[in-house]
């Protein structure tokens, strides 16, 4: 509603996938940020927990980080991890961003980023005082967290809307899991598109993208 008011486009913060990076994720992104032109404006956050071993691409200034661990310096989304580290850090950046950077209107999270943006908009839908700001999430390649430690997040349908993107495809984060995590929210909306592990936007769900924003952003010319 913020940007509603005051007129502006909307804000995303945007919460990279498991071992890229807020500079990896802006690159990934090109396309999405240009399809959303004058609607929306993404704003990525890097994760606060760097991935040891780095990915092999001898970029010393830009590891490749994470938002938690499901055991030490690794993770795996599938796995229902007994003592998974690291998400309270990240649940702390993800406030500080929305104070110190905002205002925020929404959540765009890819993969891990995605499982963590769900987990805020869970934050938020009990009434989490970080989080306020936070009015909707479009939520790429997402999946629930096995972890026993993260079940809470999920015992009551989360009441925020939400738009979820899934890649037929998508060979790391199957569909079945980003369609399990839209059965947590309250109306999820689902756009399915034929390609894998990446954030589309081609014409088709460009369109799909901007109907779902247009909820939240005036329309055009006023």
Same mark, same amino acid.
């Given at each position: 509603?913020? #940007?509603m008011? !005051?007129?502006? /486009? +909307? $804000? +995303?913060l945007?919460?990279h996938?498991?071992?890229?990076? !807020?500079r990896r994720?802006? *690159? $990934?992104?090109g396309? +999405? $940020?240009?399809?959303l032109?004058?609607?929306?404006e993404?704003? %990525?956050?890097?994760a606060?927990h ?7 691409d001898?970029?010393a200034d830009?590891? /490749?980080?994470?938002w938690?661990?499901?055991r030490?310096? @690794?993770? &795996?989304?599938?796995?229902?991890? #007994?003592?998974?580290?690291?998400? !309270? ?22 993969? *891990?980023?995605a ?7 869970? +934050? $938020?839908a009990r009434?989490? =005082? ?6 909707f @999430? ?12 993260? #079940? ?8 925020l ?10 060979a790391?984060?199957? #569909?079945?899991?980003s369609? &399990?995590?839209?059965?947590?929210f ?7 598109? =034929?390609?894998?592990?990446?954030? =589309? %936007?081609?014409a088709? *769900?460009?369109k ?5 924003l247009?909820?939240?952003c /005036?329309? *055009?010319?006023?």
């Amino acid at each position: 509603a913020g #940007a509603m008011r !005051e007129g502006r /486009p +909307l $804000r +995303l913060l945007g919460l990279h996938g498991y071992r890229q990076s !807020e500079r990896r994720f802006r *690159q $990934r992104t090109g396309a +999405l $940020r240009k399809a959303l032109r004058g609607c929306a404006e993404l704003v %990525a956050l890097n994760a606060p927990h760097a991935v040891p071993g780095g990915d092999g691409d001898g970029d010393a200034d830009d590891p /490749p980080r994470g938002w938690w661990f499901s055991r030490p310096g @690794a993770f &795996e989304a599938g796995e229902a991890a #007994a003592a998974p580290a690291g998400l !309270e850090e990240s649940l702390s950046a993800v406030a500080a961003a929305l104070a110190e950077q905002g205002p925020f209107d929404g959540l765009l999270g890819f993969s *891990q980023g995605a499982a963590l943006a769900a987990m805020v908009c869970a +934050l $938020r839908a009990r009434g989490d =005082p970080r989080f306020q700001s936070v009015a909707f @999430a479009i939520l790429v390649a997402g999946f629930a967290s096995r972890a026993p430690a993260h #079940a809470h997040f999920y015992r009551e349908p989360i009441a925020l809307p939400s738009l979820h993107v899934l890649g037929d495809s998508d060979a790391v984060i199957a #569909a079945p899991l980003s369609r &399990e995590l839209a059965q947590r929210f309250v109306e999820p909306a689902v756009l399915t598109h =034929p390609g894998g592990h990446f954030v =589309p %936007a081609a014409a088709a *769900q460009k369109k799909v993208y901007l109907d779902f924003l247009g909820r939240f952003c /005036p329309p *055009q010319g006023e």
